[in-house]
């Protein structure tokens, strides 16, 4: 990551046949909303808001965060969004 200058990825390894890591890509946005719908403690949602509004040098508190169950009940979240989140959270749920 340093060395492509990127303050986040998400990357794509796969194992070898020895069992060795080997990186295959680094995307610029991960899909990570389904961890929190199976573990809403996790409180994923938040953790990802804050990190995005650190290296942005914006300052919030912690309880102005969204959780994935209030996000997933604002107006914001158009019925296009819903749709395709839950197709996702589908497929996780199916793996």
Avoid at 8 to 19: K, Q
């Amino acid at each position: 990551m340093k060395k492509m200058n990127l303050r986040f990825g998400c990357i794509d390894l796969v194992r070898d046949e020895d069992g060795d890591y080997v990186f295959l890509e680094v995307n610029e946005q991960g899909q990570f909303l389904w961890i929190e719908e199976r573990c809403p403690e996790i409180a994923i949602l938040g953790e990802f808001c804050d990190f995005l509004c650190r290296e942005s040098g914006i300052t919030f508190t912690p309880e102005q965060w969204p959780n994935l169950s209030d996000y997933l009940a604002s107006e914001r979240f158009s019925t296009t969004h819903k749709m395709s989140l839950e197709l996702e959270i589908n497929q996780a749920r199916a793996l």
